[in-house]
């Protein structure tokens, strides 16, 4: 049974794989994002299907996890084949705004940490964006640096279109000072 499902798993995700090649690059990101996402959708329907197949059988007689076979299915079979037609496109996307939506490339981000952290090194920056502590730790010393990169993304958004919106509503800083006529009369405000 347990080299039933594989064969059939492995002859679907080679057709998924298959489907993906011949996406056109403006829909890649997105088809890799739907294959991905539905397949991991299915292994959370999959894998209780087959409980007691890995309780006492996978575990116990092979040493392995149904869950963790199947991912590593997908990564062998879709994922590695795909990683250097996806990355280069991800960040394509990541330099030009709202290309792709910021779900769908922190789902493909995460996704692709999931199944091999190692991917990492490929693009750490893309990375970091989704996934907290890739890259080392802020320093002191570098502050006004991300000062500067932070100032010049606002520019660039603006150049882009990007309006910073309706700015009349946001509160200024002497407007925070303590007011004595809050609803929250016991507590206290502080500046």
Known sequence: MYSDLIKKITNHLERVSKELQASPP???IERFNLALG???GALQSIVPLFIY???FYIETKLNRDLKDDLIKLFTEHVAEKHIYSLMPLLLEAQSTPFQVT???MANIVKGLYTLRPEWVQMAPTLFSKFIPNILPPALESELSEY???DQKLQRELIQNGFMRGD???KRAGDELAYN????C???RGYR
Request: no cysteine.
């Open 26 to 28: 403006d829909l890649y």
């Open 38 to 40: 539905q397949y991991m």
């Open 53 to 55: 197949m890995n309780k």
């Open 102 to 104: 910021p779900s769908t």
């Open 147 to 149: 000062a500067a990169q």
């Open 167 to 169: 700015q009349s509503r």
């Open 180 to 183: 004595s006529s809050s609803a």
């Open 185 to 187: 009369a016991g507590s």
